[in-house]
């Protein structure tokens, strides 16, 4: 199906371009605005187009209470509160203009995901290219609604939810002014398993929603977010650390520069490698042409003489004819004189 033009920042993504790779900053920071700006300048490094932020504050995502509700049960961050967790994690909001300066000095788009409205006047004030909108956040329609309002392209990652949700949160976007939009395929595990993926949902998903889709991915390496580019993903998003030992809350799931440098490289490789319906001979092969099978004279024939099939066999090199006409050339006769080890050619011989 025709999927309406999406572009950040003057860069077009679509499943017709490599993936456009989002290295998320979250709260890989662990409290240092030097910290963030070198995985800033590492993300650029490693070919990266674009480093995202995560913009709340504790008390515009959670409550500051120690009820049963608001603890966190199993998994990363077991026994925490989540006021505590975002405490921890969020990227002060005085670090924002900052971070914006730095990425647009070293060349690499920036923007973020906004977790209420004051984020998303912030983010305005800054003049971002584009919004983020997480996965926890994709059943906050008034959000998305807000966003959408600002006419900047949105992207929507849709873990937890399923079909319905994604298509409320797709109309939300679209009735609110939201012209440029797309959805990121997720699992929200931290990590997540690459069983649980799915990646055949991503054609689906282009299908039904008639949007560019992409995949955030929060497996430990990058084979799953190399597979995805095959099934249509034109959107990457890995979160991206310094150092995966670094102890903060997000680190332990994120790729360290090296691996990211890989992961731009190896899926602008699956990207140029599917290309288009093509039987022809490609230009890699044109020297391999002589090991291909061909008819060869094994005996000398005289002009006129009878081709039977002791005179004549299929071996390689390939510059004779193919050894499909080879009953044809039983049978046939010689034009001119032929010595044995030469190549058959057609217009040589007398057809049967």
């Not at 070293?106 to 409205?117: H, L, Y």
């Not at 290219?129 to 006419?151: H, M, W």
Request: with cysteine; proline share 6%; charged share 20%.
């Amino acid at each position: 199906m025709n999927v309406p033009p999406f572009s950040i920042d003057g860069r077009l993504i679509s499943k017709d371009q490599p993936a456009y790779i989002i290295a998320e900053l979250s709260a890989n920071h662990n409290g240092s605005l030097q910290t963030a700006m070198r995985i800033i300048d590492r993300a650029k490094q490693a070919g990266a187009d674009a480093v995202k932020l995560q913009t709340y504050r504790p008390d515009t995502i959670t409550l500051n209470s120690d009820a049963p509700d608001f603890q966190i049960h199993g998994g990363l961050w077991d026994g925490r509160s989540l006021y505590a967790l975002y405490e921890q994690a969020h990227m002060p909001w005085d670090w924002h203009k900052p971070l914006f300066e730095h990425a647009r000095q070293v060349g690499i788009t920036i923007f973020s995901s906004p977790f209420d409205r004051t984020a998303v006047d912030l983010l305005e004030d800054l003049n971002t290219p584009a919004y983020k909108i997480a996965s926890f956040e994709a059943v906050d329609l008034p959000l998305i609604r807000y966003v959408a309002a600002t006419g900047k392209p949105m992207i929507i990652s849709t873990g937890m939810a399923d079909a319905d949700e994604i298509a409320e949160a797709v109309a939300a976007a679209r009735d609110g002014g939201c012209i440029e939009l797309a959805l990121l395929h997720c699992v929200s595990g931290y990590p997540a398993p690459a069983a649980d993926y799915n990646l055949a949902t991503i054609p689906d998903m282009i299908e039904r929603f008639g949007c560019p889709v992409g995949l955030s991915d929060h497996t430990l390496d990058n084979t799953t977010a190399i597979a995805s580019v095959v099934l249509g993903a034109s959107i990457i998003e890995k979160h991206v650390t310094l150092d995966r030992a670094g102890g903060g809350p997000d680190d332990s799931f994120s790729l360290e520069p090296a691996e990211l440098a890989a992961l731009c490289r190896d899926t602008k490789t699956a990207w140029h490698a599917l290309g288009q319906i093509d039987y022809g001979r490609k230009s890699s092969e044109q020297g391999n042409v002589q090991f291909r099978r061909s008819l060869y004279f094994v005996q000398d024939l005289n002009a006129g003489d009878e081709i039977t099939e002791a005179a004549v066999r299929s071996v390689r090199p390939g510059f004779g004819a193919a050894p499909k006409f080879l009953d044809i050339v039983i049978g046939s006769r010689v034009l001119r004189a032929v010595q044995k080890n030469t190549p058959v050619h057609l217009d040589n011989l007398i057809l049967k």
